[in-house]
């Protein structure tokens, strides 16, 4: 097993077939720093324009279409002390007249403090003087090329991935991507310090982190959308509009995941996803949303061999 | 305190403005026996017909349009040792085909074993036999009376509840309903032994239930939604279709109640939600879907006096 | 057959199973005179509060569960000159920072020359000096008492009609309800003189008229949604939200009544409807949406006997 | 003025920025034949994969970001007498189980009679003997690359165009789409013999079609969704889920056309669309929906000059 490091001079605004800027082996990591979701790096200069600058792509050699890419996230660690979020909730999950006399784009300064493990706001605001987050940190946005030579907006998520916004993706979850285009060609950036479900005020606590991840090519199995793993859970994702169809996605993708790897019926994962499945809001910010369904560990019978 | 027992020989499969079952003092506490979904009673007999029959209405004294209505829910405890469910999912919550050959309308036995507090399967199912769920009781079906003369299904839910079908709503919860009709008409019922997010069965494990709650005016406080709080959050509901819109209530009526009784700005209610809000997901599977936004108490500022 | 007279001295604001004001033979006629969507009268004078008063319920022998009411509209006469209109765009059809500083609920009065049967503003709009509408009467508001005991708000639509603000449902149309209560109690009220698809700035030119309708029993046909013809057309009509699934309702209500009373199989009827299908948009402001599927009679088989 | 053939022996699935197959200058004609849907010729000879290949891209010199490109349809000429739809209802259109049972990929063939200008089934289906159809043309598929170098399947539709299936898309109508990158880069193909509203069965009569399109820059005006004109109405569309959306979208475009064209005030413009605006569906069945404002001329004030 080999580490690589990405250092990035150009960065990408969407997920596509791009040249890609490394090659790595199957089960190869990468470490690499990665801008926030506005192109500043670490010591706040400006990187790269546009939304959502990825790192990447890189290659995974034998990853084919039809395959699955497993990333796990080995490590997530702030390299910056500042991190920003948005002033206002945004105007489509809310009554706008809620929020039309908001400073929707201003940016409000929070403060990262690594050693502690905290986040809070930079400057005081009445009533949250107290408000002192844990860091737990995300990756909002990763992913791989979508099919067909497509190349989706890094604002934008589908069945490859993308803006998610999960806060469910940080250190130590491992996701699976469906592979559409021949070495997968993985993408990842815009971290977050901490964030909320939804990412209602269009922003987590936007940084910029060193993430070390490791890219593994699963062969003889495929999915339709993005599959994970959590300490506790496993989970499906499903991207977009409305939530009730990215729900119905998530949905879909957890019952075939339960009647192929589990070896149980339809009518048996009926019963246990009736009983016992959480949904977690991903993304309802950008043009797709994000849903997640999810079930604990504990309720699952073992896997079917093979 | 005066504890009432409401005996009921009649039910509804509305909610809206019909002659009061039982008429009590503002803060006085109600127990009674609900019907399982199906209109069977604790000893499996068949009382009333169509879905999820209300007992009630309680008529509160004092309650009058503009105020609130608080419930607390004091207990809940099973009386009779069958549960039931769905076999299939739902067909709007997975792709269709998955389960366009399973007996959707089949019923499925459990055994719920009081003194263990704990739910399984009456009869195996291969893979889940060692599945035991938890008791964790929740009311499915519960609120009040609609404004103008409305009267509405218990298959579906709006501003003054009705068929939520979250699973926060359980012992020990506290709900606010907005009152729109002198004495509030308090209806209840369709309780469940537990429940997946979603009720995408169409089920949780129906049950017959004794129920006790403590109903209370809240003068000179309003809201458009029901609001609750649990041991440990505050949480409001917005009922409605698509699952966005339902969502955009919920986060409405929490930026309400923070902006009106947390004390804090918008920008200052923007930055606190978007951190840390937790959305769960009620009922998907009626006319009105259900969302939940949450925030966990430790986050919150005093409450401002008044 | 006997043409009644209605005269109301109260009115409703919702659609439900309340006395009826009149009781009339299957077949019979009904003259009878609407008050606006606000509840102003021909003279001007409020007669009534809240939205869209109905004039009714009319309850027709024989009518019971399980058949259709047919509603023929005979006539269409406005009895006032003034029509009005609320100034600005509904928030929930454009952009909100487009509408955000108009006066939303501010009236606008129109001019109704029932002689010409023309329709302009009262007072002089810059650009619109030249606008001059041909009078198309239409019923905003009408249908039948829901099933369950529900009473459905005069604001909204569903299964048994309501606000569905649909222009085609003028004079010379037919509109079939499913029949859900014994009399069926048929509602009315809220006339527009002319409006828009989507009734965008939430009215029409509303006004009173003097409607002239027929109310017939159909034994032994029944439908879920409502159904309609026209000079040229056979319709059906969708309501829910989103418009998506309001779309879906009205196409498989037009898709069973191609295949049980035109002869046509399930892949005739698609044959029909892929090619020739035309969808018209109701009601976009209310709870839920109206969509109406649309065939023109030229391409239609014969009906089937029976 | 010069008029080019374009004859391509490439095709593609995306509109996205790819090499050029032709260069033009502004205010040129293009001749060009489409294959149809499935990727056949005029010869029935299978050319091309995927669904909806593109002829093109052409670039079209002096388009620039921020300019509008102007495509006038001039001609649509039959090129094959078979045309081909699919023979059912798409699920998502219906109810599931009305179509769940009929084959739905099955391909029907239509006789396409190019010198009555008429198109029938090819076969006789029970009940449709009489159907004879007249021939109205169409382009299902056509727009320009979007921003940011992304690429979207031929299968949806954007801000950009693509996949928008409205009939209104004829013979002699002129649409404008927003340019995002240098020439624009305009696609075209998917051409249709006649259509329902909707594309419901997931297609129109899909045939081979030789096209005559003229290309102009319109510098100095911008949009941001395509706007159309016909003989005798302009028009504006939206392409989003759910169609709630895509209706908000085509809804602004025209507020904003008229506002800032022909000189409205936004009340002005509330007042004309509210009792005008006609709204029509194109495509429903693929992963964006498609609304159409439409207003006729003869409401219209003039434009402002400028």
């Known amino acids: 097993m080999t580490t690589h490091r990405l250092v990035c001079n150009a960065w990408h605004n969407v997920l596509g077939t791009v ?21 500043m790096d670490k010591d ?3 990187r790269a324009g546009g939304g959502n600058p990825m790192n990447g792509p890189i290659y995974v050699e034998g990853a084919m279409p039809g395959d699955m890419l497993l990333v796990e996230i080995l490590r997530m660690t702030p390299i910056r002390a500042m991190g920003w979020t948005r002033a206002a909730l945004a105007a489509n999950v809310v009554q706008p007249d809620r929020v039309r006399d908001l400073p929707q784009r201003k940016r409000t300064e929070w403060h990262i403090d690594i050693a502690a493990a905290t986040v809070s706001l930079a400057e005081p605001v009445a009533g949250l003087e107290q408000l002192v987050l844990p860091l737990d940190p995300m990756i909002g946005c990763f992913g791989v090329a979508p099919a067909l030579g497509q190349a989706f ?3 934008t998520s589908a069945e490859n991935g993308g803006n998610m916004d999960y806060r ?4 130590s979850a491992k996701v699976w991507f469906p592979v559409f285009v021949p070495g997968a ?7 977050h310090a901490v ?5 209602i005020v269009g922003t987590g606590v936007e940084t910029a982190m ?6 593994s090519v699963v062969k003889g199995k495929s999915a339709v959308w993005p599959r994970g793993e959590t300490e506790d859970a496993i989970l499906t994702v499903g991207n977009a509009r409305p939530l009730d169809q990215a729900l119905q996605h998530a949905t879909t993708e957890m019952f075939d995941w339960l009647t192929s790897e589990y070896g149980l019926s339809a009518v048996a994962a009926s019963h246990l996803m009736g009983q016992v499945i959480r949904y977690d809001v991903g993304n309802v910010f950008d043009p797709a949303y994000t849903m997640v369904a999810r079930i604990e560990k504990r309720w699952l019978p073992p896997k079917v061999p093979g």
Not at 185 to 191: E, H, P, R, V
Not at 195 to 199: A, F, L, N, T, V
């Open 19 to 39: 040249p890609p800027a490394l090659r790595i082996g199957d089960g190869d990591c990468v470490v690499t720093e990665t801008l926030d979701a506005m192109g």
């Open 195 to 199: 964030q909320g479900d939804g990412e």
């Open 168 to 171: 469910g993706f940080g250190p």
């Open 210 to 215: 060193e993430v070390e991840v490791r890219l």
């Open 185 to 191: 060609l993985f993408f990842l950036g815009d971290c």
């Open 44 to 46: 706040g200069v400006s």
């Open 153 to 155: 907006s890094t604002a």
